[in-house]
């Protein structure tokens, strides 16, 4: 709703009841697509297929992607550890090799498993 708000000037309202009839309708086609609209294929899947496909091996391993480049790149360092010490009331100890492993080994493992799951790359 934030979002809609914000880039669209749309009430809360208006943004609700756009929103819910957006996945209202991928809802009832992608249950429509185990009946009726089993026939009808996006790129050789059905609707249901397409969208589970598309969340799980697109949407999600790119979501964590720009999280990690974002929270080990752009965030600065001081309000990430500040976050995960719990504004500094934990110790934080281990905060460099978390810091080390989100700026360099996590975008790799997640850009291999992405590239693995659309299938660029064969294991």
């Not at 000037?9 to 697509?33: N, P, Q, Y």
């Not at 500040?82 to 080994?105: C, D, P, Q, S």
């Amino acid at each position: 709703m934030a979002f809609l708000t914000e880039e669209f000037g749309m009430s809360r309202k208006a943004a609700t009841i756009w929103s819910s009839l957006v996945v209202a309708v991928l809802g009832i086609l992608a249950t429509l697509s185990f009946g009726v609209l089993s026939d009808f294929k996006l790129f050789g899947r059905t609707i249901f297929d397409f969208l589970d496909n598309l969340t799980a091996n697109v949407l999600l391993p790119l979501g964590g992607f720009f999280i990690v480049i974002f929270v080990g790149w752009v965030m600065p360092t001081k309000e990430t550890k500040a976050e995960l010490t719990n504004e500094n009331k934990m110790k934080g100890r281990m905060f460099g090799v978390f810091l080390f492993l989100v700026r360099y080994i996590v975008p790799l493992a997640i850009a291999l498993v992405f590239l693995y799951s659309i299938g660029l790359i064969k294991m």
